[in-house]
């Protein structure tokens, strides 16, 4: 397949979605400086952090722990809990297939089978070029139009196995956006 | 009215996924272009509730119904409808019952409904909240902050029956009470919108349509029971509702209706929004308030109940977004308007996420004691795709199924509990001949095992246990004895466990074993799904007398498992084969089978 063909290349270098640990030392001082004083602060700060680097690296959760003064057990263990937080890198683009109930009853869990054999990863997983993650989500308030999947902020309804290549073509190329709203029937 | 037209795009979830801000601009670039900006009004709404139908304008004063609306089409309704005043009948909505229909009033789906909840969601731009206001938004807040005592509000709620729409139904007003009569330095005010039952989303719909009306209740549940604190917990997967909610409270401070001073009145109130992190559990009020205090998500056994002992050990008045969307009407209108309102048991309405193999999926709010048949027939005109109905799920993961015996049943708390179900939050899914009620059953148990906080060990490991036996079955190797075992494991479950998440977790599969203990059955004795689903018990096999070799599945199937040359009889490669139906949905020769 091809966009596994760059999977080497891409090891060596970050991809640019994510920022560098010393950049955002600083950013992440100002977010821990915000929320300072407000009760319960933990969780809105490592959800900032996350949402800055892609993921929570160890390093962070200590300087995060250090600043807080929250023992380091105590945020690992937030951070375990919380299905929403991940410790290890994520691909660029983050696909969610709904398995609600709604899409389950009308095919989310074929559309999830296909998508898991394009790519060849299993839930929670993250390919080998960095490119995609995939994951499952429960009900996106799309039910009405079920299947339905998420590719980074954008729906997409009424998926059927079949059609799962050309929905992930446009992403395979990283200078592309996505294009296609779905299919109307 | 100040325009010639109003026109109304739906911005909920699902029609803004469907391209409703490309819509939206290319109406409002059209009335430029051709020259009625001026007289026409161009709003972004919450949902309408028909998501079937999305995405949907609406165009007043006709209240013509334009459904599944493409950019493209801008053109043609601004020079048709506006332009020359002529409606645009092709994308006008004709569906129910072969009559061409144009209002909204005409369509079926709204016709038995009542709107208290969602009373502005489809009406009102979210984002301004003069549209809320003109519409007699923060008219309660004014009757509580300078008429009304703590006691009258209490009072009103009383009468009103008001009881929680997060589940377990129980009545607002002594939640409330308990709070204020509570003694503490500080109390706090929390919303639930974790809206975790993964089949429904009034929560979210109501947040994105009309989140004034949620901010409304909270200052009037603060300034009721003495609190200058909320907090509203929400879904980080909700992210419109979110940046709405934000919008709102902003323009809210901005008019004094929220924080130092409240209009004047001496009262301050202020509201934070928490973001959830991903956890079912975390639905649950005490698990809920252990999150925003930043730990894990944990029940812990109640009582003391948040009332009394909640957020940070504060007396906390905990309430679902629905719950809370109920409030300002009841205060404006009177707590005796409302309890005329559905049946003794429950007053008022409650909305139902209509999805599943329906015609007309969407919200639906309707009084409550409405029955099922008047939602699913009536209001959701029928099973799509003329297949026969099996059964309708109420209650999500801690519900149960409900057979056409009971589609007479008018819906209240009382009822649907007695039918071994419950209310829940209100997700309504409606399952046809092809759904297998074992693979329901288990997809049901496996989000609560998923979900389990693990704290306890009658829902962590019965669970598990039960999850395991649903597999065992659906894969053909079940035995008899294992029905005996997963009613014995159930029961205990219900008995033991901390929350209400491992206490109605095996409601599904108790509940489809008295309904449909024959589909059971099949799949045990006679090693068959019926309904064709399990995948361990079919396989698809293509007819030779039958295949014409179009080589159409061969292209559709997402593994390649289907081979043959063109014009020669194709076969699946049954090793490889995902058994995702594609290639039986492709044939148009009724040349694949299942078995
Ligand atoms: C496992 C579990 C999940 C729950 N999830 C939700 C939820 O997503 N939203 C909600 O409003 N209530 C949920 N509840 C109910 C809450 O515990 C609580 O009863 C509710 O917030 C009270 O509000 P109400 O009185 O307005 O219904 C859940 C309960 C349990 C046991
Ligand atoms: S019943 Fe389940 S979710 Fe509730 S406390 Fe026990 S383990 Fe946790
Ligand atoms: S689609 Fe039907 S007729 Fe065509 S090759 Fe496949 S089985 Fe044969
Ligand atoms: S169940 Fe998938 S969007 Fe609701």
């Not at chain 2, 002594?174 to 993964?198: C, H, L, Y």
């Not at chain 2, 008047?374 to 297949?387: C, F, L, Q, T, V």
């Not at chain 2, 939050?425 to 389990?452: H, P, Q, R, T, W």
Request: with cysteine; glycine share 10%.
């Amino acid at each position: 397949m091809t966009h596994l063909a760059t999977a080497e290349a891409s090891k060596t270098a970050p991809p640019e979605h994510e920022m560098k640990m010393e950049d955002v030392v600083p950013v992440i001082n100002d977010i821990i400086e915000r929320y300072r004083g407000t009760k319960g602060a933990l969780i809105p700060v490592l959800q900032s952090t996350q949402n800055l680097l892609g993921h929570l690296p160890k390093e962070m959760l200590i300087h995060i722990s250090e600043q807080l003064d929250i023992p380091y057990s105590e945020v690992a263990g937030v951070v375990t809990f919380y299905s929403f937080f991940t410790t290890t890198p994520r691909g660029k683009h983050t696909i969610r297939v709904c398995l609600g109930t709604a899409c389950y009853v009308r095919g989310g869990k074929e559309v999830l089978e296909a998508i898991s054999k394009e790519l060849h990863i299993e839930v929670g997983q993250t390919t080998e070029d960095r490119q995609f993650s995939l994951e499952i989500g429960r009900c996106f308030g799309a039910c009405g139009l079920a299947p339905v999947v998420m590719i980074d902020d954008m729906v997409f309804q009424r998926v059927k196995p079949s059609r799962i290549k050309q929905l992930l073509e446009p992403y395979y190329d990283t200078t592309q956006e996505g294009e296609d709203d779905g299919e109307r029937e | 009215m100040a325009f010639r037209n109003y026109i109304l795009v739906c911005g909920g979830t699902a029609c803004e996924s469907s391209k409703a801000n490309a819509i939206y601009e290319a109406l409002l670039a059209e009335c430029k272009a051709q020259g009625v900006a001026d007289e026409v009004q161009v709003l972004k709404t919450g949902c309408f509730g028909f998501c079937e139908q999305g995405p949907i304008v609406k165009i007043l004063p006709e209240d013509s119904f334009y459904v599944q609306i493409k950019p493209e089409d801008a053109k043609e309704l601004i020079a048709e409808h506006v332009v020359k005043g002529r409606e645009v009948k092709r994308l006008l909505y004709t569906k129910d019952c072969g009559r061409k229909h144009a209002r909204v009033e005409d369509i079926e789906f709204y016709q038995k409904q009542f709107r208290i909840v969602l009373r502005n969601c489809g009406f009102i731009d979210p984002e301004n909240i003069e549209e809320y206001i003109a519409r007699e938004g923060y008219v309660a807040l004014e009757k509580v902050l300078f008429e009304m005592s703590s006691d009258d509000v209490i009072a009103e709620l009383r009468t009103a029956g008001l009881r929680g729409r997060g589940g377990a139904g129980f009545p607002t007003w002594m939640k409330w009470n308990f709070t204020r009569q509570a003694e503490s330095d500080q109390k706090f005010i929390v919303v639930n919108a974790d809206e975790g039952d993964p089949g429904a989303y009034m929560d979210r719909s109501t947040l994105e349509g009309d989140p004034h009306s949620v901010l409304e209740a909270m200052i009037i549940a603060g300034k009721t029971v003495g609190s200058n604190q909320g907090y509203i917990y929400i879904r980080a997967e909700y992210p419109l509702a979110i940046k709405r909610l934000e919008i709102a409270m902003a323009q809210a401070r901005e008019m004094g209706l929220l924080g130092k001073n409240i209009l004047g009145s001496g009262f301050d109130f202020d509201i934070e929004i928490r973001l959830g992190a991903g956890a079912f559990v975390c639905g649950e009020e005490t698990a809920l308030l252990a999150s925003i205090e930043g730990k894990r998500g944990m029940p812990v056994p109640r009582p003391p109940f948040p009332a009394v002992k909640g957020l940070w050990g504060k007396p906390t008045v905990i309430n679902n977004v629905e719950t809370w969307a109920n409030i300002a009407m009841i205060i404006v209108k009177g707590g005796d308007w409302f309890s005329r309102i559905g049946t003794a048991d429950s007053s008022g309405t409650k909305v139902f996420a209509l999805t599943g193999k329906i015609r007309n999926s969407g919200l639906v709010e309707v009084p409550m004691g409405t029955t099922l048949r008047e939602i699913i027939y009536d209001i959701g005109g029928g099973i799509a795709d003329g297949k026969e109905f099996k059964a309708v799920q109420t209650g999500g993961p801690s519900g149960g199924v409900i057979t056409k015996e009971y589609l007479d049943t008018p819906i209240d708390f009382g009822s649907l509990t007695k039918l071994g179900s419950m209310m829940g939050s209100g997700g309504m899914i409606i399952m046809d001949e092809d759904d297998c009620i074992v693979d329901v059953a288990k997809f049901y148990l496996n989000f609560s095992v998923d979900e389990s906080c693990g704290k306890c060990s009658p829902c962590r490991i019965g669970g598990r246990s039960l999850a395991n036996l649903l597999e065992k079955i659906s894969k053909g190797n079940g035995e008899l004895a294992d029905l005996d075992q997963m009613i014995e494991i159930g029961e205990a479950m219900k008995k033991a466990s901390l929350c209400a998440l491992g206490q109605t977790a095996p409601n599904p599969i108790l509940s489809s074993l008295h309904y449909f203990r024959d589909e059971y059955l099949a799949h045990i004795v006679d090693k068959k799904c019926p309904a064709g689903k399990c995948k361990s018990l079919i396989s698809y096999n293509i007819l030779p007398d039958k295949c014409i070799g179009c080589t159409a599945c061969a292209r559709k199937c997402p593994v390649a498992a289907i081979s043959g040359e063109r014009r020669e009889v194709h076969v699946i490669d049954q090793a490889a084969c995902i058994k995702c139906g594609v290639c039986f949905e492709t044939c148009k020769f009724g040349a694949i089978e299942v078995r």
